[in-house]
């Protein structure tokens, strides 16, 4: 049996480009990450900065903080509050984040979101090979890569093909374990599901799931980024 998961570029739509959503997590040095672990971010946006020789990044995080004292945010200006909410403005150049690491491919950061250290960004590949470039990209520099969800653009369905995935690289058990994570909506933003609900789905330890999905995860990314 095998799994069908990446549109695959074809030859009638070489020009097509890839809008892509990828959660990371273990970002070292990432503002907008650890703000997240401290209080609930509303938004986030962000922008490359032409004003320096130095890649840089300019973001904007919007934080509520309705129910909690505000949070005093070092390395950054507050640039508008009201009864319930704060606008910091911070200007950043760490090489490691993913907010600098994924425009340096080409591909402006169209969409930000965090929540627990955890970021979800959403961009615009051009191909499936700047996408490749991307992930190896960060899998260098954050603790862990995952693809939420991937769609190629094309004008007709009949231009669209499928990228099979070879389900027997996988044991039956990690299998088991992306697929129940997987209907259970482990994988979206928010999460329906988290990896305790998912384990006791299983009636494995919290642990012993991580440590699955993150092997069946590996080999996903392995066939999908293979040359």
Do not use: W
């Amino acid at each position: 049996m095998n799994l069908l998961i990446l549109p695959e570029q074809s030859p009638l739509d070489m020009a097509s480009g890839v809008h892509v959503q990828l959660e990371v997590s273990g970002v070292a040095g990432c503002p907008v990450s650890s703000l997240s672990e401290e209080c609930t971010i509303e938004s986030v946006q962000v922008s490359q900065s032409s004003m320096t020789e130095t890649p840089s990044v300019v973001g904007e995080v919007t934080v509520d903080h309705a129910e909690d004292t505000e949070p005093e945010i070092q390395s950054a200006e507050k640039v508008f509050n009201d009864s319930s909410t704060s606008v910091y403005r911070y200007t950043h150049e760490n090489s490691a984040c993913p907010c600098t690491r994924v425009p340096s491919h080409g591909c402006p950061v169209r969409e930000i979101r965090a929540d627990s250290k955890r970021l979800v960004v959403s961009f615009i590949a051009p191909d499936l090979e700047t996408l490749r470039e991307v992930i190896s990209d960060l899998q260098a520099c954050c603790t862990d890569v995952t693809v939420r969800r991937l769609t190629q653009s094309s004008e007709s369905e009949e231009q669209r093909s499928l990228l099979v995935v070879d389900r027997t690289v996988f044991t039956d058990r990690q299998y088991e374990v992306l697929e129940t994570a997987h209907e259970m909506g482990y994988f979206l933003s928010p999460k329906n599901a988290n990896s305790k609900a998912v384990a006791n789905e299983l009636g494995i330890s919290a642990a012993t799931f991580v440590e699955h999905l993150s092997v069946a995860q590996t080999k996903l990314l392995d066939q999908i980024l293979a040359e």
